[in-house]
Structures are given as C-alpha cells and as structure tokens.
C-alpha cells in the first residue's frame, strides 16, 4: 500500500505537465489541478511544500463551484515545462474579482520567490497591467509553483499557460469587445437622455440610470473598473460590484413600474414589488455599513426580476400592447441571471458562453428595452393620429350641423326680435307703474319702521317696569337673562364697573382671559373670576337661574321653594342653600347692591333708550 502511494505520488509531482510548442494556450480548471483544502487556514507555504505534505494534493474531478468554500484557503500544485519559443509565457488567473493570490515560483537557485495578486492589492502592484492577473514565464523551462487561493465569495479558479503573442491577441480582442459592449452601453444611454429632454418623460431617466448600473455592474465584474477607475482602492473595489448590482434592481424596478403603470394597471403587484424592493434596500444598507459578505448572495435579486417579469406579462395579457418587448427583454435578462445563479449552483457546467451569458443578456435586453419604449412612442403616436383623423371628422360633421341649426336660429332670432320689441315696450310702461308703486311701498315701510321701533321700545319700557315693579315670571326672566354667558359677562362688568383692583396686592393692571372673563394680576399673578367674592362663587347651577333666584328673593318670596323647584327644575334643597346666601349678602350689604347689579344687566343686555 505505500509502495502504492509513493508510486502515485512520484506521478503527480515529478511527472510535469509538458507544454508543446504547438499549443499556444493551455486552460486548467480546478478539476484537472491537484489542489488541498485548508478549513483551518493554518497552514503555511513551509507546511504545504514539505516532502511529508505531499500526498495531500489530490485531483477532484467532480469539483463544482458550489463546492468552493469561501472561508477555506486553496492551495494548488503546479508542475510544468515550458517549450522553446521566442517570447516569453504567461501564467494568467482568468478571476478578476479573487482577494488574495500568492504563488509562489521555485527560481533556478532552487529558492521560491513569492508573487503577490489579487484585488486586495492597489492595481499598480500588477507586474503586467491587464485586468485579470498574470505573471511572465521564460520559455524553454521547468516550473514548481505553489498558488493560494483565499476569497470571501466563490473564486473560479482556472488558470492558463499561454504564450506571450496568443496573451497579446486574445487580450486585444476581448477589449475591443468590452469596447463594443460600454460603447452600445453609452450610446443608448445618451439617446435616451436626448429624448427625456426632447418629450420629458421622467421614465426616460429611470432607463438612463439603468444603463448606466448596468454598464457599472459589468465594469466591476470584469475587472475594467478595478483598472481604470479606482486602481488604487482595493477596498472599495471589493464593495463596487454589490453596490452596482443594486443600482441595477433599484432603477429597473423603479423604470419598470413607470413603464408598465402597475400602480394602475397591477395594483396588488405594484404593492409587492415596492415592498420586496423596500426589503432589498434595508439588506442593501445593512450589507455595505455592517456586513460586506452578505453581498456573495447575488442570486437573490432574482425574486425582484421574477416579479417585474411577471407583472409584465399580466400587463401586456391585460391589453397594454407597448408591454410585448418589456416581456422579451426581462425574460431574456431573467434568463441570464438565472443562468449565472445555476451556474453558481452547479447545475449546469461552467463554460465561456455560461458565463458571459449575463453580458449576452444585457445587450439583448437593452436592444428590447429600446424597441419597448420606441413601439410606446409608436403605439401613442398611432393613437394620436387616429383621435386627430376622428377630432377632424367629428368637426367638419359638427359644422354641417352648425350651419343648419344657424339657418334655422336666424330665422327664429328675426321672430323673437320682433317679440322682444313688443314685449320691451309693454315692459317700459310695466316698469313705470312699478317705480310708483315702489316709492309708495318705500314710504309705507319707513312708516311701519318707524312704528315698529316705537313699538319695541315700549316692549322694552314694559319690561323694564315689570322688572322694576317685580312682576316678572321665570319664563319671562330667561327671555332677558338668556344665556350662562351673558350672566357673566353682567357679573365682570357690574363687579369692575369702577376699574379692576387685585384683592390681594391692590394692583390696577391685568391680564385679561376671553374665555371665563377672569382678570390675572401682572403683579402677584392671582387669577380672580367675576363670581370671586360674590354669592355666586361655587355655585353648581346655571347662572340664570341663581339670577332668578335672587330676583324671587327681592321680590320678597313670590315663590316657595317647592315652587321654585318645580319652575326651575332644580332640588329644593340646593336652592334653600343659595337663598341662604343670598339672606346673608341682605343682611350684610343691604338690598341695594343686588338690586343695583340686576338692574346694571337688564341695561346692559335692553341697551333701553326712553323715548321722551
């Protein structure tokens, strides 16, 4: 059994993969790479490089991307002979978005010199300036290399041995193609910036935005971004992807239920999808301030696509025709993104097609989009042209009917104006016996005004003597004292009649409140009430009635109290407790000032004006 693995061991390491000069490229996936997991991450180059460790690198065959383990470290051994050729080789790592690649290379001293790659390092460190990451080989020689792989998300680790002039064309070639791809991106982005500003369509600028995400989600993932925008910020670089792919959803959504009007045309959608947007950006802001690794999960902006999808389509089935490109073009970047999610899921295998399927689908969708919003324009357009041609038709019908209704009204005009003539003379001398008749009516109504003020006038004598004389029932009573209101007012001006002075200071100035008719000391700041210090303080009934009551009193006990009751609807027992009050201010201060103080209301509320 040993002699077994020595034997197998002898054929991984000493056995080096030959290159042949005519191979320009060769590509090795994980699956043809002898490679270790370390879930510890605690093994050192030391560690995997001893003799003792070598059995551990084994090949796996069935390696999936779902397999990857984003918190393990990779290491990988690599032995190769390089061919004779002019130029030189290159080592090259196909993932632009890998975290940290060391590899280590044995020189011809027998020593290993270490190579530092990777987006965690500024881009200027990169021996080759290319986005992904690569390293030059001489030519005509053998290799022993030691790579580490370590990332916070899944790495696709393939590496490629190509020779410099196929690294040159290939490289050459896939930035022309990025070139096409911005360039289609930028291009459909100022034209619907120039139609926005054409025909201000806010939906427009949604789009505008969207393109633009789109265009920053691909310069992250390809590496473009890390190379020409920020090479200096590893950190940020490591964030831009997650932060570019929710611009994406963000403004396709909000561009989405513009054009499709789900507000109106899918209201219980329209509610869903705001709130799975909603739920989105809250992950979205929890991610990026406290949580970066939570934006591994890229699959799931797949439920917000899935819904826009679906309510385009009950949208369109719904009769809104301008819909049938936005069907297309979602269900073509909802394909896209479900690949990719399968791939991450490895269900299906990974290959370059799989993998820029996303980029295939942008272009699509973008191109559909375009076609979207230009068959809307289109579709208004027709509609407008065809409510004109019926606005047109309807007019020239309407002035066929004009003019036969005017034909017929001229005629009619000339009958009426000769009726109007008649009439308008009959009206003149109608008019004139009205004016006589008014200025009699004028002046039998300033007779009548004038008796009918005589009239109250002795209405109010009348009342005032039966006051005076104290024949005055409690009906009539509360047809003078109406209202709690107006009991009080007749309390505040009968009690400061001669000014206000605070009974507690003797200061003269106030602060007035309109609603109880209280007057506050500025001084001392005591709040004094008008029934304060009269026998009306503290009373439990209407004021009206306690104005009676005292009004019964001076009229020496016309009533009894059982009476009095009844009249009032009050308890006999709550009045009997008020007379006694009022017994007391009698016996105290005499009749005159009650006397005085219901007489001071009655002219108050009358304002009686004697006539002589």
Known sequence: ????????????????????????????????????????NRLTFSDVKSAQFYNNF???????????????????????VLPQYDGNYILEFYDQTIDSINVYIRQNNG?????????????????????????????????EAYIQ????????????????????QYSLSEYFLYGIFYGMILIISLNNLLIYLAIREIKYVYYTFYILSVGFYALCIDGIAYQYLWPEQPKWNQLAYGVAL???IFWST??????????????????????????????????????????????????????????????????????????????????????????????????????????????????FLTFALSDRVRILKTNRDRALKRIVTQHEQNVKVINRINKGLEKKVEERTRDLHQKNSELEETNKRI?????????????????????????????????????????????????????????????????????????????????NLARRCTKCGYNESPTAFTIFKGIKFDLTKAFFIVYSHLNEDRYTLDELAEIMKMRRNTIWEFKKKVEEEIENNGKSYLNNMLHFGYEKLTNFTEIR
Request: proline share 3%; with cysteine; hydrophobic share 45%.
């Open 149 to 168: 792989v370590k990332n916070s998300q899944y790495a696709d680790i393939r590496i490629a041995i190509k020779r410099i002039d196929r690294f040159i």
């Open 435 to 515: 004016n006589t008749q008014s200025r009699e009516i004028a002046e039998i109504n300033s007779m009548l005004d004038l008796d009918n003020w005589r009239l109250q006038n002795d209405i109010k004598k009348i009342q005032r003597e039966r006051l005076m004389h104290k024949n005055i029932n409690f009906e009539e009573f509360i047809e003078i004292f109406t209202t709690k209101e107006q009991c009080l007012e007749i309390l505040a001006s009968f009690k400061w009649k001669e000014g206000y002075e605070c009974q507690k200071c003797n200061n003269t100035k106030y602060h007035f409140n309109e609603t």
């Open 254 to 367: 909000i561009f989405s239920i513009h054009f499709l009007k789900t507000k109106i045309r899918a209201p219980r959608l329209h509610k869903l999808i705001i709130a799975v947007l909603a739920i989105r950006s809250s992950l979205f802001i929890y991610s990026l301030f406290f949580n970066p690794s939570l934006f591994r999960f890229r699959n799931i902006e797949i439920i917000l696509l899935s819904l826009i999808f679906i309510s385009s389509i009950f949208v369109f089935r719904r009769g809104y025709k301008p819909a049938r490109f936005f069907v297309v073009a979602y269900g073509i970047l909802f394909l896209g993104f479900l690949m990719r999610a399968l791939i991450n899921w490895s269900i299906i295998p990974f290959n370059t097609f799989n993998y820029y399927s996303l980029h295939l689908g942008f272009i699509l969708e973008m191109i």
């Open 246 to 248: 929710y611009a994406i």
């Open 111 to 143: 020593l290993f010199r270490k190579y530092n790659l990777g987006d965690a390092y500024p881009f200027s460190s990169k021996s080759i300036k290319h986005k992904n990451f690569d390293l030059t080989l001489e030519a005509d020689s053998e290799y």
């Open 1 to 40: 059994m040993s002699l077994y693995i020595f034997i197998l061991s002898w054929q991984i390491f000493f056995n080096p993969l030959e290159i042949n000069q005519e191979q320009d490229e060769v590509i090795l996936n994980m699956q043809d790479l002898y490679s270790y997991e370390d879930k510890h």
């Open 58 to 80: 084994t090949q796996k065959p069935d390696f999936e991307p779902d397999d990857y383990n984003r918190n393990s470290t990779y290491w990988i051994k690599l032995n190769f």
